[in-house]
């Protein structure tokens, strides 16, 4: 069973960047699919960024250009670099793990198990 622990969320200003990270613990997730999520206060969690073992990514139409997501498979880490934030960008941020071998795929349907999240507030 892998453990998932998000870092970096914290309080921004409108256009400032931020870099989230994800660490794995209890096995190598060097072949999984791996994802970003985030829910806003009062909506339902979106799935914003994927990434697969050939590092191919996938990302929400809103989000694309200003969210980059990552993986460091040395240090079994995953990251969300986000540029260019705004308020609307508020939200707890949470990663995910999906199967092996999986193409990058939004969508919680494609993942098992979630961190426990990291909150990002933009102010205006």
């Known amino acids: 069973q892998v453990q998932l622990v998000e870092s970096g969320g914290g309080l921004v200003q409108t256009g400032d960047s931020l870099r989230l990270t994800c660490a794995a613990t209890?096995?190598?997730?060097?072949?999984?699919?791996m994802g970003w999520f985030r829910q806003a206060p009062g909506k339902e969690r979106e799935s914003v960024a994927a990434i697969d073992w050939r590092d191919t990514t996938s990302y929400l139409d809103s989000v694309t250009g200003r969210f980059t997501i990552s993986r460091d498979n040395f240090k079994n880490t995953l990251y969300l670099q986000i540029n260019s934030l705004k308020p609307e960008d508020t939200a707890v941020y949470y990663c995910?793990?999906?199967?092996?071998?999986?193409?990058?795929?939004?969508?919680?349907?494609?993942?098992?198990?979630w961190g426990q999240g990291a909150q990002v507030t933009v102010s205006s």
């Open positions: 209890g096995r190598s997730i060097d072949t999984n699919l």
């Open positions: 995910a793990v999906g199967a092996q071998w999986a193409p990058a795929s939004l969508g919680s349907n494609f993942f098992d198990s």
